[in-house]
Protein backbone atom coordinates (compact mmCIF):
# COMPACT_ATOMS: atom_id res chain seq x y z
CA UNK A 1 0.00 0.00 0.00
CA UNK A 2 2.84 2.50 0.56
CA UNK A 3 4.70 1.92 -2.71
CA UNK A 4 1.07 2.70 -4.52
CA UNK A 5 0.51 6.14 -2.20
CA UNK A 6 4.25 7.16 -2.58
CA UNK A 7 3.50 6.68 -6.73
CA UNK A 8 -0.09 8.26 -6.42
CA UNK A 9 1.52 11.45 -4.53
CA UNK A 10 4.33 11.77 -7.08
CA UNK A 11 1.51 11.77 -10.03
CA UNK A 12 0.18 14.38 -7.91
CA UNK A 13 2.98 16.82 -7.62
CA UNK A 14 3.03 15.77 -11.53
CA UNK A 15 0.37 16.90 -12.32
CA UNK A 16 0.26 20.14 -9.97
CA UNK A 17 3.55 21.46 -12.62
CA UNK A 18 1.23 19.97 -16.11
CA UNK A 19 -1.92 21.71 -15.58
CA UNK A 20 -0.49 25.23 -14.93
CA UNK A 21 1.51 24.92 -18.48
CA UNK A 22 0.27 27.41 -21.16
CA UNK A 23 -0.52 24.06 -24.04
CA UNK A 24 -2.25 22.61 -20.97
CA UNK A 25 -4.46 25.39 -19.88
CA UNK A 26 -5.67 26.36 -23.50
CA UNK A 27 -6.59 22.83 -24.11
CA UNK A 28 -9.92 22.18 -23.03
CA UNK A 29 -10.27 18.79 -23.03
CA UNK A 30 -6.85 18.07 -21.55
CA UNK A 31 -6.98 20.66 -18.62
CA UNK A 32 -11.11 19.35 -17.83
CA UNK A 33 -9.19 15.62 -17.29
CA UNK A 34 -6.04 17.12 -15.89
CA UNK A 35 -8.26 19.38 -13.43
CA UNK A 36 -10.15 16.49 -12.32
CA UNK A 37 -7.67 14.03 -11.93
CA UNK A 38 -5.52 16.33 -9.38
CA UNK A 39 -8.44 17.02 -7.08
CA UNK A 40 -9.32 13.49 -7.34
CA UNK A 41 -5.65 12.79 -5.95
CA UNK A 42 -5.37 15.64 -3.70
CA UNK A 43 -7.96 14.37 -1.51
CA UNK A 44 -6.16 10.96 -1.22
CA UNK A 45 -2.89 12.96 -1.04
CA UNK A 46 -4.07 14.95 2.19
CA UNK A 47 -5.36 11.29 3.60
CA UNK A 48 -1.69 9.98 3.07
CA UNK A 49 -0.07 12.95 4.82
CA UNK A 50 -2.41 12.66 7.58
CA UNK A 51 -1.73 8.66 8.11
CA UNK A 52 2.24 9.77 7.72
CA UNK A 53 2.09 12.17 10.68
CA UNK A 54 -0.23 9.88 12.63
CA UNK A 55 2.94 7.09 12.68
CA UNK A 56 5.49 9.77 13.21
CA UNK A 57 3.42 10.32 16.60
CA UNK A 58 2.60 6.87 17.34
CA UNK A 59 6.60 6.01 16.58
CA UNK A 60 7.35 9.09 19.28
CA UNK A 61 4.51 7.70 21.58
CA UNK A 62 6.36 4.15 21.34
CA UNK A 63 9.83 5.77 21.92
CA UNK A 64 8.75 7.79 24.96
CA UNK A 65 7.87 4.94 26.66
CA UNK A 66 11.00 2.90 26.16
CA UNK A 67 13.40 5.38 26.88
CA UNK A 68 11.04 8.13 29.70
CA UNK A 69 12.15 7.53 33.20
CA UNK A 70 9.49 9.61 34.57
CA UNK A 71 6.53 7.24 35.31
CA UNK A 72 4.06 10.04 34.96
CA UNK A 73 5.50 11.21 31.56
CA UNK A 74 5.41 7.35 30.24
CA UNK A 75 1.58 6.99 31.50
CA UNK A 76 0.98 10.38 29.11
CA UNK A 77 2.64 8.65 26.58
CA UNK A 78 1.07 5.29 26.74
CA UNK A 79 -2.67 7.04 26.82
CA UNK A 80 -1.73 9.39 23.95
CA UNK A 81 -0.99 5.42 22.16
CA UNK A 82 -4.19 4.26 23.07
CA UNK A 83 -5.61 7.14 21.21
CA UNK A 84 -3.58 6.77 18.27
CA UNK A 85 -3.69 3.36 17.49
CA UNK A 86 -7.36 3.10 16.42
CA UNK A 87 -7.04 5.98 14.32
CA UNK A 88 -4.01 4.04 12.65
CA UNK A 89 -6.53 1.05 12.06
CA UNK A 90 -9.68 3.62 10.39
CA UNK A 91 -6.90 5.14 8.60
CA UNK A 92 -5.77 2.60 6.73
CA UNK A 93 -9.17 1.23 5.75
CA UNK A 94 -10.17 4.45 4.74
CA UNK A 95 -7.09 4.56 2.75
CA UNK A 96 -7.10 1.19 0.95
CA UNK A 97 -11.17 2.47 0.24
CA UNK A 98 -9.26 5.31 -1.76
CA UNK A 99 -6.85 3.02 -3.42
CA UNK A 100 -9.81 0.99 -5.36
CA UNK A 101 -10.09 2.59 -8.86
CA UNK A 102 -12.78 5.11 -9.06
CA UNK A 103 -15.27 5.32 -11.73
CA UNK A 104 -14.37 8.68 -13.07
CA UNK A 105 -17.83 9.55 -13.64
CA UNK A 106 -19.17 9.52 -9.90
CA UNK A 107 -18.44 13.29 -9.96
CA UNK A 108 -20.78 14.42 -12.34
CA UNK A 109 -24.55 15.64 -12.57
CA UNK A 110 -26.89 13.02 -13.92
CA UNK A 111 -30.24 12.93 -16.24
CA UNK A 112 -32.71 11.17 -14.20
CA UNK A 113 -35.19 9.55 -16.61
CA UNK A 114 -38.52 7.87 -14.99
CA UNK A 115 -40.59 5.19 -17.52
CA UNK A 116 -43.53 3.52 -16.31
CA UNK A 117 -43.43 0.07 -17.42
CA UNK A 118 -45.95 -3.20 -17.36
CA UNK A 119 -48.80 -2.28 -15.32
CA UNK A 120 -50.87 0.90 -17.46
CA UNK A 121 -52.01 3.52 -14.84
CA UNK A 122 -50.85 2.19 -11.78
CA UNK A 123 -47.41 2.20 -13.66
CA UNK A 124 -47.54 5.53 -14.26
CA UNK A 125 -48.63 6.52 -11.11
CA UNK A 126 -45.81 4.71 -9.59
CA UNK A 127 -43.45 5.92 -12.00
CA UNK A 128 -44.43 9.23 -10.13
CA UNK A 129 -44.06 7.49 -6.65
CA UNK A 130 -40.24 7.10 -7.30
CA UNK A 131 -40.00 11.01 -9.13
CA UNK A 132 -40.77 12.07 -5.57
CA UNK A 133 -38.98 9.86 -3.48
CA UNK A 134 -35.43 10.87 -5.65
CA UNK A 135 -36.80 14.71 -5.43
CA UNK A 136 -36.90 14.54 -1.68
CA UNK A 137 -33.40 12.69 -1.16
CA UNK A 138 -32.44 15.56 -3.69
CA UNK A 139 -33.37 17.87 -1.26
CA UNK A 140 -32.09 15.98 1.91
CA UNK A 141 -28.30 15.92 0.35
CA UNK A 142 -28.68 19.26 -1.14
CA UNK A 143 -28.78 19.00 -4.39
CA UNK A 144 -30.21 20.86 -7.12
CA UNK A 145 -32.90 19.03 -9.59
CA UNK A 146 -35.17 20.74 -12.52
CA UNK A 147 -37.37 18.77 -14.54
CA UNK A 148 -36.54 18.96 -18.42
CA UNK A 149 -39.83 17.15 -20.34
CA UNK A 150 -42.85 15.03 -18.90
CA UNK A 151 -45.64 13.37 -20.18
CA UNK A 152 -48.36 12.85 -17.28
CA UNK A 153 -50.24 9.62 -16.81
CA UNK A 154 -54.28 9.42 -17.43
CA UNK A 155 -54.67 8.91 -13.76
CA UNK A 156 -51.82 10.85 -12.24
CA UNK A 157 -48.05 10.02 -12.00
CA UNK A 158 -45.81 10.47 -15.34
CA UNK A 159 -45.58 8.21 -18.30
CA UNK A 160 -42.39 9.55 -18.30
CA UNK A 161 -40.25 12.31 -16.57
CA UNK A 162 -36.85 13.21 -17.20
CA UNK A 163 -34.82 15.51 -15.47
CA UNK A 164 -31.28 16.92 -14.36
CA UNK A 165 -29.71 16.87 -11.17
CA UNK A 166 -26.81 18.63 -10.16
CA UNK A 167 -24.76 18.48 -6.81
CA UNK A 168 -21.55 16.69 -5.23
CA UNK A 169 -21.18 13.10 -6.43
CA UNK A 170 -24.28 12.79 -7.78
CA UNK A 171 -23.88 10.32 -10.47
CA UNK A 172 -21.54 8.35 -7.79
CA UNK A 173 -24.68 8.00 -5.18
CA UNK A 174 -27.74 7.53 -7.62
CA UNK A 175 -25.65 5.26 -10.73
CA UNK A 176 -27.30 2.03 -8.95
CA UNK A 177 -30.47 3.06 -9.17
CA UNK A 178 -30.69 2.24 -12.67
CA UNK A 179 -33.04 -0.94 -13.73
CA UNK A 180 -36.93 -2.20 -13.01
CA UNK A 181 -38.63 -1.42 -9.81
CA UNK A 182 -41.44 -3.35 -9.02
CA UNK A 183 -44.69 -2.10 -6.74
CA UNK A 184 -46.87 -4.65 -5.37
CA UNK A 185 -49.76 -2.82 -3.80
CA UNK A 186 -53.70 -2.46 -4.18
CA UNK A 187 -54.31 0.32 -7.15
CA UNK A 188 -55.98 3.09 -5.78
CA UNK A 189 -58.52 1.78 -9.09
CA UNK A 190 -58.95 -1.46 -8.22
CA UNK A 191 -62.49 -2.09 -7.11
CA UNK A 192 -61.49 -5.53 -5.20
CA UNK A 193 -58.75 -4.89 -3.07
CA UNK A 194 -56.37 -7.25 -4.93
CA UNK A 195 -52.61 -6.53 -4.86
CA UNK A 196 -51.11 -5.55 -8.18
CA UNK A 197 -47.68 -5.90 -9.83
CA UNK A 198 -46.57 -3.01 -12.22
CA UNK A 199 -43.00 -1.78 -12.64
CA UNK A 200 -41.28 1.86 -14.09
CA UNK A 201 -38.08 1.78 -15.38
CA UNK A 202 -35.09 4.09 -13.50
CA UNK A 203 -32.15 5.18 -16.03
CA UNK A 204 -28.95 7.58 -13.85
CA UNK A 205 -27.10 8.79 -16.86
CA UNK A 206 -23.99 10.71 -16.37
CA UNK A 207 -24.25 14.35 -17.49
CA UNK A 208 -22.26 14.43 -20.89
CA UNK A 209 -19.94 17.92 -21.81
CA UNK A 210 -19.31 18.99 -25.06
CA UNK A 211 -15.60 17.54 -24.90
CA UNK A 212 -16.69 14.35 -24.21
CA UNK A 213 -19.36 14.07 -27.12
CA UNK A 214 -18.93 15.95 -30.39
CA UNK A 215 -22.46 16.44 -32.07
CA UNK A 216 -22.80 17.28 -35.71
CA UNK A 217 -25.68 19.10 -35.90
CA UNK A 218 -26.32 18.08 -39.58
CA UNK A 219 -26.90 14.67 -38.45
CA UNK A 220 -29.68 16.25 -36.08
CA UNK A 221 -33.32 17.12 -37.14
CA UNK A 222 -35.03 20.17 -35.30
CA UNK A 223 -38.46 20.42 -34.83
CA UNK A 224 -40.37 22.73 -32.81
CA UNK A 225 -44.14 22.31 -31.17
CA UNK A 226 -46.24 24.14 -28.72
CA UNK A 227 -45.31 23.30 -24.95
CA UNK A 228 -48.04 21.60 -23.53
CA UNK A 229 -46.95 21.83 -19.36
CA UNK A 230 -46.60 24.42 -17.17
CA UNK A 231 -45.26 27.54 -18.16
CA UNK A 232 -47.80 30.36 -17.78
CA UNK A 233 -49.19 32.22 -20.62
CA UNK A 234 -46.63 31.18 -23.46
CA UNK A 235 -48.09 27.65 -23.15
CA UNK A 236 -49.97 26.50 -26.59
CA UNK A 237 -49.05 29.80 -27.88
CA UNK A 238 -45.61 30.01 -29.07
CA UNK A 239 -43.31 26.93 -30.26
CA UNK A 240 -41.06 27.07 -27.21
CA UNK A 241 -41.23 23.03 -27.39
CA UNK A 242 -38.21 21.14 -29.12
CA UNK A 243 -37.90 17.92 -30.29
CA UNK A 244 -34.49 16.65 -31.60
CA UNK A 245 -33.81 13.29 -33.88
CA UNK A 246 -30.11 12.32 -33.94
CA UNK A 247 -30.65 10.53 -37.38
CA UNK A 248 -27.36 7.60 -37.30
CA UNK A 249 -28.77 6.41 -33.16
CA UNK A 250 -32.01 7.24 -34.32
CA UNK A 251 -32.59 8.91 -30.60
CA UNK A 252 -35.20 11.59 -30.25
CA UNK A 253 -35.38 13.61 -27.08
CA UNK A 254 -37.48 16.78 -26.42
CA UNK A 255 -38.03 19.26 -23.83
CA UNK A 256 -40.45 22.19 -23.24
CA UNK A 257 -39.75 23.22 -19.48
CA UNK A 258 -38.42 26.78 -20.40
CA UNK A 259 -40.57 29.61 -22.67
CA UNK A 260 -37.25 30.48 -24.38
CA UNK A 261 -36.86 27.83 -27.39
CA UNK A 262 -32.97 28.42 -27.74
CA UNK A 263 -33.00 26.59 -23.55
CA UNK A 264 -34.95 24.31 -24.68
CA UNK A 265 -32.88 23.09 -27.34
CA UNK A 266 -29.88 23.25 -25.02
CA UNK A 267 -31.32 21.30 -22.57
CA UNK A 268 -32.50 19.16 -25.35
CA UNK A 269 -28.55 18.75 -26.50
CA UNK A 270 -28.08 17.66 -23.10
CA UNK A 271 -30.27 14.86 -22.79
CA UNK A 272 -28.55 13.97 -26.36
CA UNK A 273 -25.02 14.07 -25.28
CA UNK A 274 -25.40 12.34 -22.12
CA UNK A 275 -27.51 9.33 -23.71
CA UNK A 276 -25.05 9.12 -26.38
CA UNK A 277 -22.24 8.94 -23.72
CA UNK A 278 -24.35 6.49 -21.91
CA UNK A 279 -24.45 3.93 -25.07
CA UNK A 280 -20.50 4.21 -25.57
CA UNK A 281 -20.03 3.86 -21.92
CA UNK A 282 -22.26 0.71 -21.97
CA UNK A 283 -19.98 -0.51 -24.90
CA UNK A 284 -16.56 0.09 -22.24
CA UNK A 285 -18.49 -1.37 -19.80
CA UNK A 286 -19.78 -4.86 -21.27
CA UNK A 287 -16.14 -4.93 -22.99
CA UNK A 288 -14.37 -4.72 -20.05
CA UNK A 289 -17.13 -7.22 -17.02
CA UNK A 290 -17.61 -9.58 -20.22
CA UNK A 291 -15.19 -12.26 -17.20
CA UNK A 292 -17.37 -11.85 -14.66
CA UNK A 293 -21.10 -10.93 -13.68
CA UNK A 294 -20.93 -8.09 -11.23
CA UNK A 295 -23.19 -8.65 -8.12
CA UNK A 296 -24.57 -4.99 -8.05
CA UNK A 297 -25.13 -5.21 -11.51
CA UNK A 298 -24.27 -2.85 -14.48
CA UNK A 299 -26.57 -0.45 -14.45
CA UNK A 300 -28.15 -2.10 -17.22
CA UNK A 301 -32.08 -0.75 -17.37
CA UNK A 302 -33.55 -3.88 -18.22
CA UNK A 303 -32.56 -5.44 -14.38
CA UNK A 304 -35.33 -6.18 -12.25
CA UNK A 305 -33.58 -4.32 -8.96
CA UNK A 306 -36.25 -3.85 -6.13
CA UNK A 307 -39.32 -4.21 -5.23
CA UNK A 308 -41.63 -2.27 -2.52
CA UNK A 309 -44.28 -4.40 -1.16
CA UNK A 310 -47.26 -2.38 0.59
CA UNK A 311 -48.96 -4.69 2.33
CA UNK A 312 -45.50 -5.51 4.21
CA UNK A 313 -44.58 -2.28 4.42
CA UNK A 314 -41.07 -3.92 2.86
CA UNK A 315 -38.38 -2.50 0.58
CA UNK A 316 -35.93 -5.19 -1.14
CA UNK A 317 -33.09 -5.29 -3.15
CA UNK A 318 -32.55 -8.08 -5.29
CA UNK A 319 -28.97 -7.34 -6.43
CA UNK A 320 -27.27 -7.62 -2.72
CA UNK A 321 -30.50 -9.44 -0.76
CA UNK A 322 -31.26 -5.69 1.58
CA UNK A 323 -34.57 -5.57 3.09
CA UNK A 324 -36.45 -3.10 5.06
CA UNK A 325 -39.36 -2.69 6.69
CA UNK A 326 -40.46 1.28 6.52
CA UNK A 327 -41.51 1.54 3.20
CA UNK A 328 -43.01 4.76 4.03
CA UNK A 329 -39.58 6.60 4.59
CA UNK A 330 -38.10 5.06 1.80
CA UNK A 331 -40.99 6.68 -0.43
CA UNK A 332 -40.74 10.36 1.33
CA UNK A 333 -36.62 9.71 -0.19
CA UNK A 334 -34.58 7.76 2.78
CA UNK A 335 -32.91 5.54 0.54
CA UNK A 336 -29.44 6.19 1.73
CA UNK A 337 -29.29 3.07 3.38
CA UNK A 338 -29.55 1.23 -0.29
CA UNK A 339 -27.03 3.38 -1.71
CA UNK A 340 -24.21 2.38 1.24
CA UNK A 341 -24.62 -1.16 0.91
CA UNK A 342 -24.29 -1.05 -2.97
CA UNK A 343 -21.40 1.46 -2.47
CA UNK A 344 -19.95 -1.34 0.38
CA UNK A 345 -20.72 -4.36 -2.43
CA UNK A 346 -19.16 -2.58 -5.30
CA UNK A 347 -16.01 -1.73 -3.21
CA UNK A 348 -15.86 -5.62 -1.67
CA UNK A 349 -15.94 -6.73 -5.14
CA UNK A 350 -13.34 -3.94 -6.58
CA UNK A 351 -11.12 -4.96 -3.77
CA UNK A 352 -11.17 -8.67 -4.69
CA UNK A 353 -10.28 -7.83 -8.29
CA UNK A 354 -7.28 -5.94 -7.30
CA UNK A 355 -6.14 -8.82 -5.22
CA UNK A 356 -6.22 -11.30 -7.84
CA UNK A 357 -4.56 -8.95 -10.39
Same mark, same amino acid.
Given at each position: ?????????????????????????? =????????????????? +?????????? *? *???????? !????? $??? $????? @??????? !????????? !?????? @??????????? %?? +?????????????????? /??????????????????? @?????G? %????????????????????K?????????????? $??? #???????????? @??????? /??????????? =??F???????????T???????????????????? !????L??? /????????????? +?????? %??? +????????? #?????? =?????????Q?????H??????? %??????? #?????????????????????????
Amino acid at each position: MQDKLEALKERFHEVGQQIIQPEVVT =DAKRYSKLSKEYKDLER +IVEKYDAYQK *L *LKDIAGAK !ELIST $EKD $EELRE @MAKEELN !ELQPQKEGM !ETALKE @MLIPKDPNDSR %NI +ILEIRGGTGGDEAAIFAG /DLFRMYQRFCEQMGWRLSI @MDFTEGT %NGGYKEIISKVEGEDVYGKLKFESGVHRVQRVPAT $ESQ #GRVHTSAATVAV @MPEAEEV /DVEINMNDVRV =DTFNSSGAGGQSVNTTYSAVRLTHIPSGLVVSCQD !ERSQLKNK /DKALSVLRSRLYE +IELKKQ %NDA +ISSHRKSMV #GSGDRS =DKIRTYNYPQSRVTDHRIGYTVY %NLPSVME #GAIGDFIEQLRIAENAERMQEGESV
